[in-house]
């Protein structure tokens, strides 16, 4: 019965969903709009039981005065100063906004920037033609970032022959790369829908605790 | 989905043969759904009822998972695994859950540190109590510690810091990125490769492919993310989905060849496409 109950309802609920969202009228019986509120409601109590277990977690970790503890002490504070200052205030007020604003865009902006090294280094790796397939892929990419700057334009001018380099460029990006993209997105359609249809018929167990 | 499901919210007019929604497509994905299904229902019938089901061709990422997990066990480092954007709603989690299943099981078995990076907290309870599963099935639940699965808020650059913060810290002998992954992609296969752990990817996201292939030992591209479960269960039945899906794509495979051919006859009268919009 533990086995069978969440694999019913899943099933059931994917079929509501499924036939009165994708294939019958909007809105037919509010079924997926009601189902999409249950779910919010768990996420939001989910919210609460995830606050719980960081307090147990990194309550643990100071208590035991594990390494790095000072950094769950200030996670901890941070949690809970900042949760109670939104509850108090809303979270439409200026100065609750401010320490979002003044803090997180420019951290995550600044993580962002750090890409163009990493792409860097995978680039070195990338462009190493020991076989004919990289070497084909070499070129290709660094015809396409020459072509992307001002000096692509004047070894090979877009008014001239095929288009110049830019040309090129947007033959290969729009014809054989858009083939292989689709090639990869149809694959990547039927997988996705081979495992659904796997979840629906209880074969896909794992996320009940199921071998 | 998304999509699907945003235009079927706008919907207007009159239904089409009456009981469809007015969006484009409805028809057709219908009947598209309805052959999966029964393909698969006929594969998984065959395979229940004993018929040999073809081999799933070798997939040298998933092979690959053996080797890194021993690595590490002869190493004396932790094995991590991890996704930022699933949600427990998610297809890619459900792939997630088949990799994360085995792998937990080979370090339990192998007494091998396994750590889980989540970025969704509801997602995180789930991940939690299948590597608990995991480990029961190896027959060492003592084995699991309370910092296996570690829940990082998803945002994603907060997120790729701490997964990087740890890579960094811990020095894992093997990392899987499993799933669907954005511009973190990057960050977290350098680094990755920087600290020397053998690396496998996997993602349907094609903008990502090329950072996880010049990054990672092994990149499972597209469907092939989902295939693990299957592959690494070895169960017939499963196997039974995957060859559904692979006659599936035979079908594509005919509809767009009619399709090209359609087109270049007549692009005006191109019935594939007319069809495949109704």
Request: with cysteine; net charge neutral.
């Amino acid at each position: 019965m533990k086995r069978q109950v969440p694999i019913i309802l899943t099933t059931v609920t994917a079929v509501i969903v499924f036939f009165s969202i994708i294939l019958f009228k909007p809105d037919a019986a509010g079924w997926p709009g009601k189902f999409d509120r249950m779910r919010q409601f768990m996420a939001a109590v989910m919210m609460f039981m995830g606050m719980a277990n960081m307090t147990r977690v990194h309550g643990s970790v100071i208590r035991k005065k594990d390494r790095n503890w000072m950094f769950s002490v200030w996670l901890l504070v941070i949690m809970y100063v900042y949760a109670i200052f939104g509850l108090i205030v809303g979270n439409t007020n200026t100065t609750y906004r401010w320490f979002y604003n003044a803090f997180i865009p420019p951290i995550n902006a600044t993580m962002y920037a750090m890409v163009a090294f990493y792409l860097t280094s995978a680039s070195f790796k990338a462009f190493r033609a020991r076989t004919v397939d990289a070497a084909l892929m070499m070129a290709c990419a660094v015809w396409v970032m020459i072509s992307n700057v001002p000096v692509g334009d004047m070894l090979w001018s877009s008014e001239s022959w095929l288009g110049g380099m830019a040309g090129v460029r947007d033959w290969i990006v729009s014809v054989p790369n858009s083939a292989v993209s689709r090639g990869i997105a149809v694959g990547s359609f039927l997988g996705g829908f081979a495992t659904q249809l796997r979840i629906f018929l209880g074969l896909e167990r794992r996320h009940l605790g199921q071998g | 989905m998304s999509t699907l499901l945003a235009a079927a919210a706008e919907a207007q007019g009159v239904p089409r043969w009456g009981i469809f929604v007015d969006v484009e497509g409805a028809v057709s994905g219908f009947i598209t759904a309805v052959i999966l299904t029964v393909l698969t229902w006929y594969f998984v019938t065959a395979a229940r009822a004993g018929r040999p089901m073809p081999e799933i061709r070798k997939l040298a990422g998933l092979d690959a998972i053996d080797e890194a997990i021993g690595r590490a066990t002869e190493m004396g480092r932790s094995v991590f695994l991890a996704n930022r954007t699933a949600g427990v709603g998610n297809v890619h989690s459900f792939a997630l859950w088949g990799y994360m299943g085995y792998v937990a099981k080979l370090c339990a078995q192998y007494d091998t540190h396994f750590v889980n990076i989540a970025g969704d907290y509801l997602a995180a309870a789930v991940n939690e109590e299948v590597i608990k599963q995991a480990y029961l099935e190896a027959g060492r639940p003592d084995a699991f510690k309370p910092d296996t699965v570690r829940y990082v808020p998803g945002d994603q650059w907060a997120w790729t810091s701490a997964a990087a913060g740890m890579l960094k810290r811990e020095r894992p002998a093997a990392t899987m990125w499993i799933g669907y992954f954005y511009a973190e992609s990057m960050t977290l296969s350098e680094v990755g490769a920087q600290i020397g752990a053998i690396q496998i990817a996997a993602t349907t996201n094609t903008a990502q492919l090329p950072f996880f292939i010049a990054s990672c030992d092994y990149t499972l591209i597209g469907e092939e993310e989902y295939a693990a479960g299957a592959y690494l269960s070895k169960e017939p039945m499963l196997t039974g989905t995957i060859v559904a899906e692979d006659v599936g794509k035979v079908i594509v495979a005919i509809v767009v060849l009619l399709g090209v051919i359609a087109q270049l006859v007549s692009p005006e009268a191109n019935f594939v496409s007319k069809m495949l919009q109704f």
